[in-house]
């Protein structure tokens, strides 16, 4: 998932295994310290970028095995070793934040789904590592997840992304539906805005649908946990839907009965989607 603030998928979920959450803090700490510094505060770009290159030197001393001062990674170099994670997805992070210093507009989707592969896809195959359960196909069903996460995010902060000057619906869907990045402040009430984020939510349920299987595959909490994430983002889709695609005057989250939808959702999903799974096509999955 997203590290963008965790606000509908908390990370210090308690389905998570007491003996997992020191590594997972240590992760998130790493993940939320360098996200603040690409967009929080009055810092020229060039600062950001001189402090993530920072980070990014002390990934290379926790690579050569030598000491830290800096508490935070000293706790960082202790979890990798302890659970003998790979590097690349913290320096994969460190390049997408350093991206959003000077990125404020994405071309295209697949431009879009780059940039998600490194601000999202990272987490996933760190909590997959840190269960011992990163193979193939985990990791591919993952990042569907953790892709489609950043992108509902995005839609859902369409507004807030603005006001940082900042477009993450790709240029070439703004221009297929004729409406002018110029004009962003608020079209929520315009049939051709309705008409681009249906596409946009379609396409986002598409992709979260499409590494839903993980959730089953997967047994015990993470599965249970994954489970939740997955009803999670589907659930902020149908509110994006609920309020007729217009994010700015509503901004879709999640409620504690939506919450408690989510639970329901979540608890019925490994038996309904088995039983879909047996009589495809597995596109139409009955998750709710």
Request: glycine residues 4%.
């Amino acid at each position: 998932m997203s590290v963008d603030h965790y606000e509908n998928f908390p990370v210090a979920s308690i389905l998570l295994p007491r003996r997992l959450a020191p590594a997972v803090e240590a992760i998130y700490a790493f993940a939320r310290s360098a996200d603040d510094i690409a967009d929080e505060g009055d810092a020229t770009p060039e600062q950001r970028l001189a402090a993530l290159d920072a980070y990014e030197q002390a990934l290379d001393r926790i690579e050569a095995g030598e000491a830290h001062t800096d508490p935070m990674f000293t706790r960082l170099a202790a979890t990798i070793a302890q659970h003998d994670l790979p590097l690349r997805p913290f320096r994969d992070l460190l390049s997408a934040f350093k991206q959003d210093v000077s990125v404020t507009r994405y071309a295209t989707y697949d431009s879009l789904l780059d940039y998600c592969a490194r601000s999202a896809n990272p987490v996933g195959l760190l909590m997959l590592s840190l269960y011992g359960q990163a193979d193939e196909d985990n990791v591919r069903d993952s990042n569907a997840i953790c892709s489609a996460l950043q992108i509902i995010n995005f839609l859902q902060d369409v507004a807030i992304d603005l006001h940082k000057e900042r477009i993450y619906l790709p240029m070439e869907d703004l221009a297929r539906y004729a409406v002018s990045p110029a004009a962003l402040d608020h079209p929520g009430g315009t049939a051709k805005w309705r008409a681009l984020m249906k596409f946009e939510v379609t396409r986002a349920r598409a992709l979260m649908l499409s590494g839903a299987p993980l959730a089953v595959r997967l047994r015990g909490r993470i599965g249970l946990e994954l489970r939740m994430v997955v009803q999670g983002g589907l659930r902020i889709l149908e509110s994006i839907e609920e309020v007729d695609y217009d994010v700015f005057r509503r901004r879709p989250k999640l409620t504690r009965k939506d919450w408690m939808k989510v639970i329901w959702r979540g608890l019925r999903m490994k038996a309904r989607m088995k039983a879909a799974m047996k009589s495809p096509p597995a596109a139409a999955l009955p998750l709710e």
